[in-house]
């Protein structure tokens, strides 16, 4: 304390004088940042993180599809990319605008992109002069960026905010948990054993960070033959419905992998949120349903949730008593 004393009474003093300057400056920029973080979060009324314990798995894909398809149904619906070294969501829905070309609102915030009229969406990629350049940051850096992209756009009123994560348990998801309160999980997985394990790694993470989870998916659970229609299990299946009911979560449903999700997403135009005669798209529009009924929308006419007679949220359609809709064995 003393050699700190005496370094301030020194010639050197403005030294200090400025360095505290600065930190009380950063501080007065945090503390501002989050009253607009809690304003802005203030008017959503469902906040979903997309994850996966690996990459692979589709996740991008529901995150992108369940943006949609929730928007389609009436829904008022954002979609964050806060996946920063690998963001995919502007080229999957063919967004081809940047932020230079937007201009602030005259409450100084940044409207984000606009979807088919319905679709608000955040991504660095659209922040970016060239989007072929290589994200280098590390925690620090992405921190301030998912807080940024709560605080200085323009989200609005919404339903739900749909938010797209990398694989894994590293900074991304866990800015999200520690900047969202009442944020909830989808997680996405494949049905093979190698995907499981490090799924049962994210649901962990969700466990130790206290972020509950809406439910599981299984994705490309079977293969549907371009040909003949039929479904073929090439990965096993089954797989996440029991990682589900070890955990005692929800199932939300099983999506089978068809070609033309890939198509789809190389072109900018979502399958399996479309009206296409699919099994793929009728599995997605079950997951939709699951998710609208684990988190209705406070008013909505078309979600009955009270007593026992709710469809238990995964998918089938089933009534379900409430206690065992998380194990449902359908």
């Known amino acids: 304390m003393s050699s700190c004393k005496s370094s301030c009474g020194s010639k050197s003093s403005s030294g200090c004088g400025s360095s505290s300057a600065q930190l009380n400056a950063a501080s007065a920029h945090l503390a501002q940042q989050d009253i607009a973080i809690t304003k802005s979060l203030g008017k959503i009324k469902h906040k979903i993180l997309v994850m996966s314990g690996k990459g692979g798995v589709g996740k991008s894909t529901v995150a992108v599809n369940l943006a949609l398809g929730l928007a389609e149904r009436g829904h008022k619906v954002g979609l964050m990319d806060v996946d920063l070294h690998g963001p995919d969501v502007c080229r999957m829905l063919n967004l081809t605008g940047s932020l230079e070309t937007m201009q602030s609102g005259a409450d100084g915030l940044v409207p984000p992109l606009l979807y088919n009229g319905k679709l608000k969406v955040v991504s660095l990629e659209y922040m970016m002069k060239d989007r072929d350049e290589a994200i280098i940051w590390r925690g620090p850096l992405k921190i301030q960026a998912i807080r940024q992209f709560v605080a200085d756009m323009a989200w609005g ?23 969202m309160p009442n944020v909830q999980a989808v997680v996405v997985t494949t049905p093979q054993e190698v995907a499981l394990a490090d799924v049962r790694k ?38 996440g419905e029991k990682t589900a009911r070890d955990f005692d979560l929800p199932f939300l449903g099983r999506v089978p992998m068809d070609p033309r999700v890939v198509m789809g997403g190389d072109s900018g135009t979502p399958y399996l949120s479309s009206n296409a005669d699919s099994p793929a798209v009728k599995a997605f529009a079950a997951v939709i349903s699951a998710v609208e009924q684990r988190l209705p929308v ?10 026992s007679s709710a469809a238990c949220g995964c998918g089938c359609g089933e009534s379900c008593a409430p206690e065992k809709s998380s194990t449902c064995a359908c």
Do not use: W
Request: hydrophobic fraction near 35%; charge should be negative; charged fraction near 20%.
């Open 157 to 179: 009123e919404l339903d739900y905010l749909i938010v797209d994560a990398p694989p894994g348990t590293g900074d991304e998801p866990l800015s999200v948990a520690q900047t």
């Open 202 to 239: 994210s649901l962990n993470f969700c466990r130790t960070v206290k972020m509950p989870v809406a439910g599981v998916v299984e994705n490309m659970s079977g293969f549907v033959c371009p040909h003949c229609g039929e479904t073929v299990d090439i990965f096993g299946t089954g797989g």
């Open 298 to 307: 406070k008013g909505d006419l078309r979600l009955n949730m009270a007593g």
